[in-house]
């Protein structure tokens, strides 16, 4: 089964940026669209972005023009770079896997982004 292990979450002011990575282990990265979701204390968890194997990306409203997903399928890692930030935007996220043929998914451990002055 993959493993997903998240960085690059922190403290960033509001407006700031952030880029979140996800490393995957598996050598057949490119039979999984892998997503980013984000989740606050006492709410359910929210998609933030997707984006497949042949990089078609799919975002929340409320992160259009803001977010990015790419994918680097050699290095089996997905990225989510967050501009304009804002403190609605704090929460923690985490990655997500999904198997395209078994549809299995799996979550990483989560990355706490906080945005605050």
């Known amino acids: 089964q993959v493993q997903l292990v998240e960085s690059g979450g922190g403290l960033v002011q509001p407006g700031g940026s952030l880029r979140l990575s996800c490393a995957a282990s598996?050598?057949?990265?490119?039979?999984?669209?892998m997503g980013w979701y984000r989740q606050v204390p006492g709410k359910q968890r929210d998609l933030v972005a997707t984006i497949t194997s042949g990089g078609t990306t799919n975002y929340a409203d409320s992160v259009k023009g803001r977010f990015t997903i790419t994918r680097d399928n050699a290095k089996s890692t997905v990225y989510l770079q967050m501009n304009s930030l804002k403190p609605e935007d704090t929460a923690v996220y985490s990655c997500n896997a999904l198997h395209i043929f078994t549809l299995r998914t799996t979550w990483g451990q989560g990355t706490q982004v906080t945005v605050s002055s």
């Open positions: 598996t050598s057949i990265f490119s039979r999984y669209t």
